[in-house]
């Protein structure tokens, strides 16, 4: 009989499930409409830990504690850079070694082509046969071509990761979405407060403490899954743009009639708002482009011009 257990994974923040035999398809069915993939490198099912894979987990397999350790924001993006630059130097491998049997096997084609003098009929089911055999090793060798093109152009994606994800605007975009998701989380946490006020109101007679404590933890639990777990993020993604030297601009920075540089157009600060200024361009028809709201984040480290 199959022993089925599984684990929290801390460094992937994840479930997984192993299995000393394969399991039947009806857990494999469940398996996966539960969100559960298959790793055939580690022989395991992993999804991301939620209460209902949870439950369901331990519904069909014994739970045998935790493995790895749980891992900073900062250490995941370094072990996603390496595992970046890994998988990049074995897809480039990969692309050599399979673009060289794909030469091989064009040459072999060649060589047995050669043979048969331009024009010549075919003599024979023999004679057919072998035109055969070289046509189907043509066709494996451009099959390999392409595949020896697909690693290529792995190998590209992954080493072009790390200049992907640390790009200085998606990085400036990725922290304004992450404050947007702590200040809807700071309106929810106040509709979480009234709720619970409320509850209190109607327990005044005689206060369930126990009601009261559990939805204490609860609010507790919840900010701090939906508030402090961005905040690393942000300081993260900031500490990023601080290291790269860029100037990130802010509504103190500038006043009314400051002389600006915008994409290399010269312009006047007209109003300054909360996350943009608004210019007026010493070029009329920039101005006609209704383009005069320029975001703080998409203003270049040199942004203020000489008067």
Same mark, same amino acid.
């Given at each position: 009989?199959?022993?089925?257990?599984?684990?929290?994974?801390?460094?992937?923040?994840?479930?997984?499930?192993?299995?000393?035999?394969?399991?039947?398809?009806?857990?494999?069915?469940?398996?996966?409409?539960?969100?559960?993939?298959?790793?055939?490198?580690?022989?395991?099912?992993?999804?991301?830990?939620?209460?209902?894979?949870?439950?369901?987990?331990?519904?069909?397999?014994?739970?045998?504690?935790?493995?790895?350790?749980?891992?900073?924001?900062?250490?995941?993006?370094? #072990?996603?850079?390496?595992?970046?630059?890994?998988?990049?130097?074995?897809?480039?491998?990969?692309?050599?070694?399979?673009?060289?049997?794909?030469?091989?096997?064009?040459?072999?084609?060649?060589?047995?082509?050669?043979?048969?003098?331009?024009?010549?009929?075919?003599?024979?089911?023999?004679?057919?046969?072998?035109?055969?055999?070289?046509?189907?090793?043509?066709?494996?060798?451009?099959?390999?071509?392409?595949?020896?093109?697909?690693?290529?152009? /792995?190998?590209?994606?992954?080493?072009?990761?790390?200049?992907?994800?640390?790009?200085?605007?998606?990085?400036?975009?990725?922290?304004?979405?992450?404050?947007?998701?702590?200040?809807?989380?700071?309106?929810?946490?106040?509709?979480?407060?009234?709720?619970?006020?409320?509850?209190?109101?109607?327990?005044?007679?005689?206060?369930?403490?126990?009601?009261?404590?559990?939805?204490?933890?609860?609010?507790?639990?919840?900010?701090?899954?939906?508030?402090? #777990?961005?905040?690393?993020?942000?300081?993260?993604?900031?500490?990023?743009?601080?290291?790269?030297?860029? /100037?990130?601009?802010?509504?103190?920075?500038?006043?009314?009639?400051?002389?600006?540089?915008?994409?290399?157009?010269?312009?006047?600060?007209?109003?300054?708002? /909360?996350?943009?200024?608004?210019?007026?361009?010493?070029?009329?028809?920039?101005?006609?482009?209704?383009?005069?709201?320029?975001?703080?984040?998409?203003?270049?480290?040199?942004?203020?011009?000489?008067?």
């Amino acid at each position: 009989m199959a022993k089925i257990t599984w684990n929290r994974n801390l460094e992937h923040e994840g479930l997984q499930l192993q299995s000393s035999e394969k399991p039947s398809q009806d857990i494999i069915n469940q398996l996966k409409a539960n969100g559960f993939r298959w790793s055939p490198r580690q022989k395991l099912w992993y999804a991301k830990e939620t209460s209902y894979r949870v439950e369901f987990l331990s519904s069909i397999a014994a739970y045998e504690g935790e493995v790895g350790e749980r891992l900073t924001f900062a250490e995941k993006m370094d #072990a996603k850079v390496k595992h970046a630059a890994d998988r990049s130097e074995r897809f480039e491998a990969l692309a050599e070694k399979t673009h060289d049997k794909a030469n091989q096997l064009h040459s072999d084609a060649e060589k047995m082509a050669s043979v048969i003098p331009f024009g010549q009929p075919i003599h024979g089911a023999t004679d057919r046969n072998y035109r055969d055999k070289i046509h189907n090793k043509y066709g494996k060798a451009f099959e390999t071509f392409d595949k020896a093109k697909d690693f290529e152009h /792995k190998a590209e994606t992954a080493s072009d990761y790390e200049s992907r994800v640390f790009n200085l605007g998606t990085t400036l975009r990725r922290i304004k979405k992450l404050e947007a998701q702590q200040r809807s989380c700071l309106l929810d946490s106040d509709r979480h407060i009234v709720r619970w006020e409320t509850a209190l109101q109607r327990f005044r007679a005689g206060i369930d403490k126990e009601r009261w404590d559990l939805l204490s933890r609860e609010h507790l639990e919840w900010n701090e899954r939906h508030y402090d #777990a961005p905040q690393e993020q942000i300081d993260y993604w900031k500490s990023v743009v601080a290291k790269s030297g860029h /100037k990130v601009w802010s509504p103190s920075d500038f006043k009314k009639g400051d002389r600006v540089s915008i994409r290399g157009s010269k312009a006047t600060v007209t109003k300054i708002n /909360k996350k943009t200024i608004q210019v007026k361009y010493d070029e009329e028809w920039i101005n006609n482009l209704n383009v005069t709201k320029v975001p703080f984040d998409e203003l270049s480290q040199a942004c203020k011009a000489e008067v």
